[in-house]
């Protein structure tokens, strides 16, 4: 049986400003990239989110919608031992394929060799990488009492196997710069998002800029594909 694939995209985006997820890469959310690319090893493809809905919703490129799965409990913490352990305790499989949403570089035969070796994780550029690894079902107990001890994201993977991978096909791509999207949030959030419609996407332009300026972050985009959202409303 094929393992279930998930992609952990509920993290604070800190670096990026706003939510990597959904940047835009090579003409998808980021997150879809990395979760698309566990489409030829993985029998299900689930993405795990964070915190309530955010009101957009997530299609592949044929408008087909994603399966979104809810961290649970929804806002004790950021643990990210939380998504892990509702990935493993939705996975239909013996064993689940996890990954963060900013690794698209990951190789097939990389994935397919941590799938083999499972439990296993990533090693490489220098350091074991436990969010980046294929877990047995079995382990969605030990993922959430980890997190609800506040433990350790490498003491819950510590008797994993360690597959070695390439520094190359690990790099995270978890800030603007990495995307080639410096000083652009609002319009690096559009470019991944084109199956909205106008009035959708200056409702979103408008939020995502009113929570850019609660963070004391400018926005100083002025992209002509980015609507106008003078007079919009967020709701």
Not at 30 to 41: F, P, W
Not at 125 to 153: D, E, N, T, Y
Not at 166 to 192: K, T
């Amino acid at each position: 049986m094929r393992p279930d694939g998930f992609v952990l995209a509920g993290g604070r985006s800190s670096r990026m400003g706003f939510d990597k997820a959904r940047a835009c890469y090579r003409g998808q959310p980021l997150a879809l990239a990395v979760l698309g690319s566990l489409s030829s090893l993985c029998g299900r493809l689930v993405l795990v989110r964070r915190g309530p809905p955010d009101g957009l919703p997530w299609r592949w490129a044929d408008g087909s919608p994603v399966e979104v799965l809810r961290e649970q409990p929804v806002a004790v913490d950021t643990h990210p031992l939380w998504g892990v352990a509702a990935a493993l305790e939705a996975s239909q499989a013996p064993v689940a394929l996890i990954l963060p949403c900013d690794v698209p570089g990951l190789t097939s035969g990389t994935l397919a060799a941590l799938i083999h070796r499972a439990p296993a994780i990533a090693i490489g550029a220098g350091r074991r990488h436990p969010l980046i690894g294929a877990f047995p079902r079995s382990w969605a107990a030990r993922a959430a009492a980890g997190a609800a001890a506040g433990g350790s994201v490498r003491d819950f993977a510590a008797s994993a196997a360690a597959v070695p991978v390439p520094a190359a096909e690990l790099e995270n791509l978890n800030d603007p710069s990495a995307l080639g999207l410096e000083g652009r949030p609002v319009a690096a959030l559009l470019q991944g998002l084109p199956f909205l419609d106008p009035g959708a996407r200056a409702r979103v332009a408008a939020g995502e800029r009113g929570r850019l300026a609660a963070q004391g972050m400018l926005d100083p985009d002025v992209d002509p594909a980015v609507p106008s959202t003078r007079g919009v409303e967020d709701r």
